[in-house]
Nanobody, 124 residues
Framework: QVYLVESGGGLVQAGGSLTLSCAAS????????IGWFRQAPGKEREFVAS????????LYADSVKGRFAIPKDNAKNTVYLHMNSLKPEGAAIYYC?????????????????WGQGAQVTVHS
């Protein structure tokens, strides 16, 4: 079992920045990658970014490439999501998830453990 706790959500002005944290515990060493997803009201959960546990490979959704970054602090078992130039459509609940798959993926079905989510509200 891998336990994930997100923090750092809140209210931000459009064009502003916000950083989310995802702290992993339990059998976190079994994770092969950590991903960030988001879900807006009435919409499906969508991929945002992911990073391999060794932090060698990252993937980004086209909609956030160049604005978001997903660094990892190995000593703290924590993955971050730095969000810059936030747009109103970025308002959602953001979830981090752990995948046991050996291949980094954008697909929600490849992720085995999920956090409870962090609300991000973007004021236009």
């Amino acid at each position: 079992q891998v336990y994930l706790v997100e923090s750092g959500g809140g209210l931000v002005q459009a064009g502003g920045s916000l950083t989310l944290s995802c702290a992993a515990s339990g059998r976190s060493d079994s994770s092969r990658s950590i991903g960030w997803f988001r879900q807006a009201p009435g919409k499906e959960r969508e991929f945002v970014a992911s990073i391999t546990w060794g932090a060698r490979t990252t993937l980004y959704a086209d909609s956030v490439k160049g604005r978001f970054a997903i660094p990892k602090d190995n000593a703290k078992n924590t993955v971050y999501l730095h969000m810059n130039s936030l747009k109103p459509e970025g308002a959602a609940i953001y979830y981090c998830a752990s995948s046991l798959s050996t291949l980094i993926s954008r697909a929600t079905r490849e992720y085995n453990f999920w956090g409870q989510g962090a609300q991000v509200t973007v004021h236009s």
